[in-house]
């Protein structure tokens, strides 16, 4: 068996009654099978707190009204961990925030940007990120599992990262090569055609596209109409998502006032001297961290497709999930009366994370608005 982590993964520690949030309220932890034996088969002193504490029927931990696990106290801490140890936490608990990938003899594992802590590792991360693979003994094999895919699915996603990490390249232009990419891989998998993933890679190396993919990300860094229409959309998507935070609903409301409040005009004045800002007097490198948030969300999601063969969204929602952190910034920006700090980037990132990864009815509702939208950025039309 095969394990995959990115190269910050050995760094991250969870700071708990530190950390400025908690991973323990807003949703549901579910435990599993053998954690809850435990806690059934429990006679000490805690046993009636644990008996009391968790939903048998749903395999739950209870919630107070304001959604904070019943484990979870005053200041913060897990009263569980406190009273039986740290190896009687549910396999929940104990992971969070590593989440893992699972493909056959493969698993991939990555810390969740839901994290403010991880979230803090990822985006202040200088240098490109790598990945190192172990291996362990072990096999495993996945039903009705495609070989041939997932192994042209992760040489596609090799070469996403080298343009992603291509630091000579102006964002934009990286952002589009990776959709042109996903879409020219999306179009010979849906043909039948897989092998002719080999064409696509080989033109993507000789650099053939990059020059068409610099005039369309002029295209789109001009035209504010069609940036306002998508961001709208994407803002008007996210008020149907489940709502896992209250205050998330508040934050919406107000990016959507400070953006779209004022009509086109002004949301083109805002996003144009927020774009200057942040490109000259920002105190840290949008860059960087938007090249680190696409490697994180194209680590994550991309291979995925090997179960639905949905390739273009991945990179679709890599690319639209930047999209939507930027215009979340750039409201805070505007409120914050033009200044932004790393810590205000962490914030809206987890927060973004929070609400949106860790629902798999959000997640769908995301993709089957991208999935409509493949013209956006005018990718769909690329050869
Ligand atoms: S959110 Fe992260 S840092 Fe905060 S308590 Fe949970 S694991 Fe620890």
Redesign the pocket.
């Known amino acids: 068996m095969f394990y995959t982590i990115p190269d910050y993964y050995e760094e991250f520690?969870?700071?708990?009654?530190?950390?400025?949030?908690?991973?323990?309220a807003g949703w549901q932890i579910v435990a599993d099978e053998k954690s809850l034996e435990e806690y059934r088969q429990e006679t000490g002193a805690y046993s009636a707190k644990l008996q009391q504490s968790v939903d048998w029927q749903n395999h739950t931990f209870r919630q107070d009204a304001e959604k904070r696990c019943a484990f979870l106290t005053e200041d913060?801490l897990c009263e569980m961990y406190q009273n039986l140890g740290a190896d009687k936490l549910c396999r929940t608990c104990r992971e969070?925030?590593r989440h893992t990938e699972e493909f056959e003899d493969v698993r991939e594992i990555s810390l969740s940007l839901?994290?403010?802590?991880?979230a803090r590792l990822v985006l202040n991360k200088k240098e490109p990120v790598c990945f190192l693979t172990k291996e362990r003994d072990g096999e495993e094999e996945f039903d009705g599992f495609d070989p041939f895919l997932y192994s042209k699915l992760t040489e596609g996603r090799q070469l996403i990262f080298e343009i992603l990490q291509n630091r000579n390249l102006p964002m934009e232009n990286r952002v589009i090569l990776m959709l042109g990419l996903a879409f020219n891989m999306q179009t010979r998998v849906k043909g039948g055609h897989l092998f002719g993933c080999d064409e696509v890679f080989q033109k993507y190396r000789q650099q053939v596209h990059f020059s068409e993919a610099g005039r369309r990300a002029e295209r789109w860094r001009r035209d504010f109409p069609r940036q306002m229409r998508f961001a709208r959309k994407m803002f008007g998507n996210l008020r149907k998502l489940e709502l896992l935070r209250e205050d998330w609903e508040r934050l919406l409301k107000e990016t959507r006032v400070y953006l779209f409040g004022k009509g086109r005009r002004r949301y083109a004045q805002l996003t144009t001297d927020f774009r200057l800002w942040l490109y000259k007097d920002a105190p840290f490198d949008w860059n960087i961290v938007c090249e680190q948030l696409l490697v994180y969300y194209i680590y994550t999601y991309f291979c995925g497709a090997v179960y639905d063969e949905k390739i273009f969204v991945n990179a679709q929602m890599a690319a639209a999930n930047v999209a939507v952190i930027w215009h979340l910034l750039a409201a805070r920006w505007e409120k914050n009366e033009h200044t932004l700090d790393m810590e205000d980037v962490t914030e809206i990132v987890?927060r973004f994370s929070r609400e949106v990864e860790h629902s798999e009815e959000n997640l769908r509702i995301m993709w089957e608005m991208l999935e409509k939208e493949e013209k956006w950025f005018g990718t769909g039309r690329a050869r």
């Open positions: 520690r969870c700071i708990a009654g530190e950390c400025e949030d908690t991973c323990c913060n969070y925030p839901s994290c403010p802590e991880a987890y």
